[in-house]
Structures are given as C-alpha cells and as structure tokens.
C-alpha cells in the first residue's frame, strides 16, 4: 500500500505563489512516475504535470495551460514530490491531487495512476 498526503494549498492573490508538497508512505515511489491533477468545482479531474522515473532526474511534462508557470520536481530520498505554482491566476482554482503512475513514464490519464492524495485546496483570488 500507498499513501500519498499533499500539502501546500491555501488563499493566493492572482499573481502570486504556492508549492505544494506531496510525500509517500508505505512503499517507496522512487521508481515511478508520479503526477499532479486538479478538479474545479463542477468539473472534471485534469492533468497538470507529470515527472517520470529517473536516477538524476526525470522527464517532465505539463498541460498547456500551466507550462512556464509550473514546476514539477522530486526528491527520491524523501519520498516527496513538489508542484512549484508561479503567476497564479483565478482559473488555477481548485482541490489538487497528486498521483503515483503506474510506471516509470505516466501519461495524462488518470487511468495510467494507481494510488491518489486526499488533495489539498488552492484557491486564486482575483
């Protein structure tokens, strides 16, 4: 078993910043990729980002809406996976989730993640 708790989210002016923070427990996800999604009120669950595997680091890839505002990165020896935030903005509202893939490069499905957060609230304010 796994278990995933983020933390980070909070109130934010448009404009401003967050990193979220999500650590494993349980089992080691050092060797999986490990995602971000979010869902919005009335909405469906998107992907944001996602880091694949890798000793050094991994690759890295992100929606379109977020590329060059957000951040992905891992710690493998702490077991954490981070979402750096950067000129929020009111759309970027919603519960964050962070996710393990089900191997070393995971995609934009939620079906390609096995083990989800209890998601931490970001909300932007205009």
């Known amino acids: 078993q796994v278990q995933l708790v983020e933390s980070g989210g909070g109130l934010v002016q448009a404009g401003g910043s967050l990193r979220l923070s999500c650590t494993a427990s349980?089992?080691?996800?050092?060797?999986?990729?490990m995602g971000w999604f979010r869902q919005a009120p009335g909405k469906e669950r998107e992907f944001v980002a996602a880091?694949?595997?890798?000793?050094?680091?991994?690759?890295?890839y992100y929606t379109d809406s977020v590329k060059g505002r957000f951040t992905i990165s891992r710690d493998n020896a702490k077991n954490t996976v981070y979402l750096q935030m950067n000129s929020l903005k009111p759309e970027d509202t919603a519960v964050y989730y962070c996710?393990?893939?089900?191997?070393?490069?995971?995609?934009?499905?939620?079906?390609?993640?096995?083990?989800w957060g209890q998601g931490t609230q970001v909300t932007v304010s205009s």
């Open positions: 349980g089992r080691t996800v050092r060797s999986n990729a």
């Open positions: 996710a393990r893939g089900l191997s070393v490069v995971s995609g934009r499905s939620p079906h390609e993640y096995d083990y």
């Open positions: 880091i694949g595997f890798s000793w050094s680091a991994g690759s890295t």
